[in-house]
């Protein structure tokens, strides 16, 4: 089993190490919370251990239902290793109901199901602020080539199509999420990140009530138990 190495990078929610095989990296879970591009910045008790159980879980399932990723295994509550990938510098969102940043593009109620879903692409870069571009700014750019990109957009529908009907099945809306994808070692399209309450909107099907980090975004309160339940709905 791989164990951690040097630290190559520190991210907003996680810290990453390399480890003593080269083709395998390190997640380490902290529970640091920002918002807003970092202009708002808290914590919030337990989210590593929880968000990292709630990122395994749904890698796991994506894996017994068709879709590869990076993850290996969780050798502690904070630690996932993970296949190393070149992450492709585009975020990647789909969204089954009307809210959040398409709330205020499209100016139509929060809370409306959309007809199919909508995938959405983002520049990752946080000194632009993560700005939203489409197929073509991708393919000028070269932050992915075209096979790349529609392999991204059926992976990306492919994730929805598992995790929507698991959650609902579990009393829970998936509402949007966010997605990273990598470059493995053969130049294969991998899905990589997280998936967890920090990535994706999660609503409650009876009452609507918010379980994810707009609690923490729009100073709801509740954050901690938030994750908690959503933790218990999805792995127990
Ligand atoms: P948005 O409505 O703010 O564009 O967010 C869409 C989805 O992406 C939502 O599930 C939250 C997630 N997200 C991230 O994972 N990271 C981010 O930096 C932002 C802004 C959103």
């Given at each position: 089993?791989?164990t951690?190495?040097?630290?190559?990078?520190?991210?907003?929610?996680?810290?990453?190490?390399?480890?003593d095989?080269?083709?395998f990296l390190?997640?380490?879970f902290k529970d640091?919370?920002?918002?807003?591009?970092?202009?708002?910045k808290?914590?919030?008790?337990?989210?590593?251990?929880?968000?990292n159980?709630?990122?395994?879980?749904?890698?796991e399932?994506?894996?017994?239902?068709?879709?590869?990723?990076?993850?290996?295994?969780?050798?502690?509550?904070r630690e996932?290793?993970v296949?190393?990938?070149?992450?492709?510098?585009v975020e990647?969102?789909?969204?089954n109901?009307?809210?959040?940043s398409?709330?205020?593009?499209?100016?139509?109620?929060?809370?409306?199901?959309?007809?199919?879903p909508?995938?959405?692409?983002?520049?990752?870069?946080?000194?632009?602020?993560?700005?939203?571009?489409?197929?073509?700014h991708i393919?000028?750019?070269?932050?992915?080539?075209?096979?790349e990109l529609?392999?991204?957009h059926?992976?990306?529908?492919?994730?929805?199509?598992?995790?929507?009907?698991f959650?609902?099945?579990r009393?829970v809306l998936?509402?949007?999420?966010?997605?990273?994808?990598?470059?493995d070692?053969?130049?294969?399209?991998?899905?990589?990140?997280e998936?967890?309450?920090?990535?994706?909107?999660f609503?409650?099907i009876?009452?609507?009530?918010?379980?994810?980090?707009?609690?923490?975004?729009?100073?709801?309160?509740?954050?901690?138990?938030?994750?908690?339940?959503?933790?218990?709905?999805?792995?127990?």
């Open positions: 089993m791989a951690s190495g040097k630290m190559i990078a520190e991210g907003k929610a996680k810290r990453i190490y390399e480890t095989d080269p083709e390190m997640f380490y640091d919370a920002t918002a807003f591009n970092a202009q708002k808290g914590s919030i008790e337990s989210k590593g251990i929880l968000n159980r709630i990122s395994r879980r749904f890698f399932l994506l894996r017994e239902n068709g879709v590869d990723n990076h993850f290996v295994d969780c050798p502690s509550e996932m290793l296949r190393k990938v070149e992450i492709i510098p990647t969102v789909v969204r109901i009307i809210t959040g398409l709330q205020k593009r499209c100016g139509r109620p929060e809370g409306e199901t959309l007809p199919r909508i995938v959405e692409y983002f520049y990752k870069d946080d000194d632009l602020g993560d700005p939203m571009i489409n197929d073509e393919l000028i750019f070269s932050w992915a080539t075209r096979e529609d392999e991204i059926r992976q990306a529908l492919a994730v929805n199509a598992v995790l929507e009907p959650m609902r099945e009393g998936l509402v949007d999420f966010k997605l990273e994808f990598g470059r070692s053969s130049g294969n399209v991998l899905l990589a990140d998936i967890c309450p920090d990535t994706c909107r609503w409650d009876e009452t609507r009530k918010k379980l994810d980090k707009d609690r923490f975004r729009q100073d709801m309160g509740g954050v901690e138990d938030a994750y908690q339940e959503i933790a218990r709905r999805v792995a127990g």
